[in-house]
Antibody, heavy 115, light 107 residues
Framework: EVQLVQSGGGLVPPGGSLRLSCSVS????????MSWVRQAPGRGLEWISY????????YYTKSVKGRFTISRDSAENLLYLQMNNLRAEDTAIYYC????????WGQGTLVTVSS | EIVLTQSPATLSLSPGERVTLSCRAS??????LAWYQQNPGQAPRLLIY???KRASGIPARFSGGGSGTDFTLTISTLEPEDFAVYFC?????????FGQGTKVEVK
């Protein structure tokens, strides 16, 4: 069974940092590209970052570029999102996802940026 | 950035009705267009990928179509579990983007 289990959310003050983790099981993680998607309260979905299977290709949406860093540890089956210089508008539920034909998502983790 | 515009924002319908949702792209996305369904408090679920291919386990009442910049998701006969929010997503160019969503609600 494919599982994506997220951890690392919480409350952080503006300007702070947080690292999200996504632990993957049930498929060969090193063969698949991965993404992070977020959803602000009561709002739509926003794709924010992508990493290729081998980690050599990385993309970000404009609003997080230079502040967020996606990475992966294929030996440990872990996907990460390092978030720095957080802003109030980054408050959202963050999902890790394998967005391909199979399409699997984590359970989501809430990040709240507030003083 | 490719902007996806979904219409309408909300549809009020009854079970058994047929519904067609629209997604228009600001530039061509070839066939790299997907549709997701999301229920409150849940992660999105993939319905359609590559414009018209049903994802695994998705009922035949869901169908996707279109080309170029104009795409549709059709539900042939609304079931009670289909009342949800639907999002389109393009995976043609970076950054990938989602439409703002269409809510299908019970009339």
């Amino acid at each position: 069974e494919v599982q994506l289990v997220q951890s690392g959310g919480g409350l952080v003050p503006p300007g702070g940092s947080l690292r999200l983790s996504c632990s993957v099981s049930g498929f060969k993680f090193s063969d698949y590209e991965m993404s992070w998607v977020r959803q602000a309260p009561g709002r739509g979905l926003e794709w924010i970052s992508y990493i290729s299977a081998n980690g050599n290709s990385i993309y970000y949406t404009k609003s997080v570029k230079g502040r967020f860093t996606i990475s992966r540890d294929s030996a440990e089956n872990l996907l990460y999102l390092q978030m720095n210089n957080l802003r109030a508008e980054d408050t959202a539920i963050y999902y890790c996802a394998r967005q391909d034909i199979g399409d699997f998502w984590g359970q989501g983790t809430l990040v709240t940026v507030s003083s | 950035e490719i902007v996806l515009t979904q219409s309408p924002a909300t549809l009020s319908l009854s079970p058994g009705e047929r519904v067609t949702l629209s997604c228009r792209a600001s530039q061509r996305v070839d066939n790299y267009l997907a549709w997701y369904q999301q229920n409150p408090g849940q992660a999105p679920r993939l319905l359609i990928y590559d414009t018209s291919k049903r994802a695994s386990g998705i009922p035949a009442r869901f169908s996707g179509g279109g080309s170029g910049t104009d795409f549709t998701l059709t539900i042939s006969t609304l079931e009670p579990e289909d009342f949800a929010v639907y999002f389109c997503q393009q995976r043609y160019d970076w950054p990938w983007t989602f439409g703002q969503g269409t809510k299908v609600e019970v009339k």
